[in-house]
C-alpha cells in the first residue's frame, strides 16, 4: 500500500489500479444562433457516431463464452430492464505474470457468487459459495469438443479449472435448482480496476487488519477507502480477519459488498449513465462473459435495477455450510442442506426474509457508529411486502452497516 490511514482516509494500492415564403429583413444574431445551432448539430451527430462505432469496438473484442440456458434476443432498451435475472459472478485466480506465478499451478475460481433479482425487482440476494464447498460436480462441456466425466464431490473452486466458466455455471445451477442466464469471470487485476473505476469503496475495520498474504495493511480501527490493489486485497484477506477461514472471509467480503451498494445509491452513479457506462466499459475491458452479457447496455440495465431496490431486500448470504466434518468433508467444507432447501425455496419464491440479528459470520461486527437509518429516496414508494426470518443462514443486508472483525 502507498498510504494507509484511518478514519474517512483513502488507501490507494500501487499501480491502482463516453420553406417558403416571403423574405425578412435579415437579423445577424438570429444568423449567428442558427450557423451555432447547425455546428453544435453537426458536432453531437459526430459525438454518437463515434461514441456508436467506440462501443461497436469494445463489443466486438469482449471475451465471450457459451452458457448452458443463458438468455438469447436483443439486448434491452437502456434502463428497461424487465423481470428478474440470476448472474453468477466468479473472481478466477489465473496467473497473470508473464513469468510464472510460484503460489499456484491451476487457474481456481477464488471467489463464486450468485445474484438473483426478484421477477419483480422487489428484492434481491447475492450468495457466496465457500472455495472448500465439497458439491456434486455435473458433466462438463469441454471447449475441445465432447464433454468432462461427472464427480460426485469436489471442492466447487476446481470447476474452473475443470471447465472453464460454464462449468461453475453447471455446478451453481444444478445445486441451487436455478436456471443462470448471465455469468461473468473477473481475474484479480480485473477487480482491482473496475473498483477504482467506481472511484472506491468506504470500509470499517474495528481493529488492525493485516494479512501478508493477501498485502492488505490497515494498521488501525477505523474507516477507509479501498481501490484498486488495496481493495482486492482487503477482498482477498483470509488471515487477517475473524477465524482466519475462508468462512470469516466471506463475511468480510459482505462488509464491502454492502457499502459498494450503498455507494452507488448514494453517490448518483445509478442516475448516471456516463458514470455507468464508463464502469461497464471498463469491466468488459476485465470481464470473460457469457454471450448474454456481451452488450453494454445489457450491463447498464441490469446495475438500473438497483436503484429502485431497498437497502434493507438487498441480502448478502454466505451459502449454508459448515467445517469439521469427515469422510469427503474432511478438511473442508460441508453443506447445511436443511438451511439451503430453506434459502433456495425462498429465492425460487422470490419471497424476501430477514436474517438473525448478530448472525453476520466470523469476519464482521455491527458497526458502534453506524448512521441513523434514513429513508432511501431512489427507492420504490409501495409498501413492502413482509419479510420472514429465515434462521441458520449467515449475512447482512445493504442497510446494515458492519466492521471487519480482525483478528
Known amino acids: 500500500m502507498s498510504e494507509n490511514t484511518t478514519r474517512g482516509r483513502r488507501v490507494a494500492g500501487p499501480g491502482a489500479i463516453a ?24 458536432v453531437l451527430v459526430s459525438g454518437v457516431s ?14 465471450t463464452v457459451t452458457i448452458v440456458g443463458e438468455t438469447e434476443g ?7 430492464y424487465e423481470g428478474g435475472f440470476n448472474i453468477l459472478l466468479v473472481g478466477s485466480d489465473r496467473c497473470e505474470d508473464p513469468g510464472g506465478c510460484k503460489d499456484r499451478e491451476a487457474e481456481l ?5 450468485l445474484l438473483h433479482v426478484a421477477q419483480d425487482q422487489s428484492n434481491a440476494v447475492a450468495v457466496s459459495f465457500p472455495r472448500d464447498l465439497v458439491v456434486p460436480i455435473p458433466s462438463c ?23 472453464g466458466l460454464p462449468c461453475t455455471v453447471l455446478t451453481v445451477s444444478k445445486l441451487t435448482g436455478l436456471d443462470i442466464q448471465f455469468a461473468a469471470e473477473v481475474t484479480f487485476s480485473g477487480v482491482a480496476r473496475i473498483s477504482s473505476a467506481i472511484g472506491g469503496v ?48 466471506i463475511s468480510n467480503q459482505q462488509v464491502f459488498m454492502s457499502s459498494l451498494v450503498r455507494t452507488m445509491k448514494a453517490d448518483g452513479v445509478l442516475n448516471d449513465f456516463g458514470r455507468l457506462y464508463n464502469i461497464a466499459t471498463v469491466a468488459s475491458e476485465n470481464l470473460t462473459v457469457s454471450n448474454s452479457l456481451r452488450n453494454l447496455n445489457t450491463m447498464v440495465s441490469m446495475a438500473q435495477v438497483l436503484k429502485k431496490l431497498p437497502l434493507e431486500r438487498v441480502m448478502f448470504v454466505q451459502y449454508p455450510s459448515v467445517t469439521g466434518q469427515g469422510g469427503v468433508y474432511l478438511g473442508k467444507v460441508a453443506p447445511v ?27 464482521s461486527v455491527a458497526d458502534p457508529n453506524a448512521p441513523v437509518a434514513t429513508p432511501d429516496p431512489q427507492a420504490s414508494d409501495a409498501p413492502l411486502p413482509p419479510a420472514d426470518l429465515l434462521k441458520g443462514v449467515k449475512g447482512q443486508s445493504a442497510a446494515d452497516y458492519t466492521c471487519s472483525n480482525a483478528n
Open 202 to 249: 468506504k470500509v470499517c475495520v474495528n481493529g488492525p487488519v493485516v494479512d501478508p498474504y493477501s498485502g492488505i495493511d490497515l494498521p488501525a480501527a477505523g474507516e477507509y477507502t479501498l481501490d484498486g490493489w488495496s481493495a482486492l486485497a482487503f477482498l482477498r484477506t483470509r488471515h487477517g480477519v475473524g477465524d482466519g477461514s475462508d468462512l470469516g472471509r
Open 141 to 163: 462441456p469441454d471447449p475441445k469438443g465432447g464433454h468432462f466425466p461427472s464427480m460426485s464431490a469436489q471442492p466447487i473452486n476446481v470447476t474452473l479449472f475443470y471447465g
Open 109 to 113: 475460481n477464488d471467489v463464486t457468487i
Open 74 to 80: 436483443p439486448p434491452p432498451e437502456l434502463g428497461a
Open 337 to 363: 442442506k436443511s438451511a439451503a432447501d430453506a434459502l433456495f425455496a425462498k429465492i425460487k419464491a422470490d419471497e424476501p426474509f430477514t436474517l438473525e440479528e448478530g448472525n453476520t459470520g466470523p469476519g
Open 19 to 42: 420553406r417558403h415564403g416571403r423574405l425578412r429583413r435579415s437579423n445577424p444574431w438570429l444568423t449567428a444562433l442558427k450557423i451555432l445551432g447547425a455546428a453544435m448539430t453537426v
Open 50 to 63: 463515434v461514441a456508436g462505432y467506440a462501443v461497436w469496438k469494445l463489443e466486438s473484442t469482449i471475451k
